[in-house]
């Protein structure tokens, strides 16, 4: 789902007016692993444009990063 309507975008920033995003993927997995534990690692590289490109190698890699730490940590889920 892609937010392309201004005002739409305003009326749900407007819930929140610390909010410099909106997420929309992960309401997907909520959905589908109900009663499940699941985590979602985001690579943010633009503001729902695609207009910085150039930008997205860096995020995913970013990301990847942030799971293998989490992966890798032994305290990570340990429920500490």
């Known amino acids: 789902l892609k937010i392309d309507d201004p005002e739409e975008k305003e009326r749900l920033f407007s819930l929140r007016h610390d909010a410099v995003g909106i997420e929309m993927e992960a309401a997907a997995v909520y959905k589908a692993a109900e009663g499940l534990r ?3 690692v985001k690579a943010v ?3 729902g444009t695609m207009a ?7 995020a995913a ?4 990063r942030v799971v293998e ?3 890798t940590d032994p305290l990570a889920f340990s429920g500490d």
């Open 38 to 40: 699941w985590c979602v």
């Open 45 to 47: 590289c633009d503001f």
């Open 69 to 71: 730490g989490a992966f």
């Open 61 to 64: 890699d970013t990301a990847a």
């Open 52 to 58: 910085h490109r150039e930008f997205q190698a860096e």
